[in-house]
């Protein structure tokens, strides 16, 4: 699934596509894909219209508008997004196509038809009304810790809770915990001050990485869980066999050496 930095790759992408063109015409090929919005009003806020701007929220990415508004995308399980001229390069599957005066499309790509798009006035209700925690990559210490307080419950169902955090899912979360050696199933509330120290820096770090190496696992650096997480596999710092357990309902991939149980 899309997590933050997936996202902000495609904010990147967008940025350098899409902006400051005039939409020509509006295909929503799959009413089901809709949050709050109808069909005609979107095909009405969007026909003519030009993306100003975009805005990345957690796994939520704006394309503020010229005129007011935004186009909201939430990429699911399988989203992402193509710009492209010609016919042949449309990779199908497409629950919303944009079209551009310069005669190039945008497409929000969703095989599986479990992301969302809708359209809000401002990012900022919109982000109020789902009731996202702030951005994973936004948060100072002091706004970590805050965050953080003295919640109960394991660290890693905190890091994957939008209400808390929002933007990191199952993948992002593990790598976190393996890059700040904390386990899984750690209680947030026995986590030292240095091991909350750790677990900022290592948020901080994984993000910035992944960003930068275009949230593709093959291009992490060699001490990360990523590309390791599978059966059988061994962990990249210390050859130890990876422990898989069940945290809040998701597959868990750790190393029960750098990781040791609460």
């Known amino acids: 699934m899309p997590e933050l930095p997936d996202v902000e790759v495609f904010k990147r992408y967008l940025d350098a596509t899409s902006l400051h063109k005039t939409?020509?015409?509006?295909?929503?090929?799959?009413?089901?894909?809709?949050?709050?919005?109808?069909?005609?009003?979107?095909?009405?806020?969007?026909?003519?219209?030009?993306?100003?701007?975009?805005?990345?929220?957690?796994?939520?990415?704006?394309?503020?508008?010229?005129?007011?508004?935004?186009?909201?995308?939430?990429?699911?399980?399988?989203?992402?997004?193509?710009y492209f001229k010609h016919e042949e390069d449309d990779p199908g599957h497409n629950a919303l196509r944009i079209d551009f005066d310069n005669g190039y499309s945008l497409v929000y790509n969703s095989r599986r038809r479990l992301g969302l798009v809708d359209i809000t006035d401002e990012p900022a209700e919109f982000i109020r009304l789902k009731d996202l925690g702030p951005d994973a990559m936004d948060m100072d210490p002091g706004q970590f810790d805050e965050t953080l307080g003295s919640r109960r419950g394991h660290i890693k169902s905190l890091l994957m809770n939008q209400h808390v955090i929002a933007g990191l899912g199952n993948v992002y979360s593990d790598e976190i915990l393996f890059q700040a050696g904390i386990h899984p199933r750690c209680e947030v509330r026995q986590l030292s001050g240095a091991e909350r120290h750790r677990l900022r820096r290592a948020l901080n770090r994984v993000l910035h990485e992944a960003i930068e190496d275009g949230a593709d696992p093959q291009r992490f650096p060699g001490t990360f869980l990523t590309p390791h997480r599978h059966p059988g596999a061994v962990?990249?710092?210390?050859?130890?066999?990876?422990?898989?357990?069940?945290?809040?309902?998701?597959?868990?991939?750790?190393?029960?050496?750098r990781q040791p149980a609460p």
Not at 235 to 257: F, N
Request: charged share 30%; aromatic share 8%; net charge positive.
């Open 235 to 257: 962990c990249p710092r210390c050859g130890t066999t990876l422990g898989i357990l069940k945290v809040g309902g998701r597959t868990s991939y750790y190393c029960p050496r």
């Open 23 to 82: 939409v020509e015409r509006v295909d929503l090929r799959d009413e089901r894909i809709l949050g709050r919005t109808t069909a005609s009003r979107l095909r009405r806020v969007l026909d003519g219209a030009r993306f100003e701007r975009s805005q990345r929220h957690g796994k939520y990415l704006f394309a503020v508008l010229r005129r007011g508004g935004a186009l909201v995308l939430h990429f699911g399980m399988t989203g992402l997004l193509r």
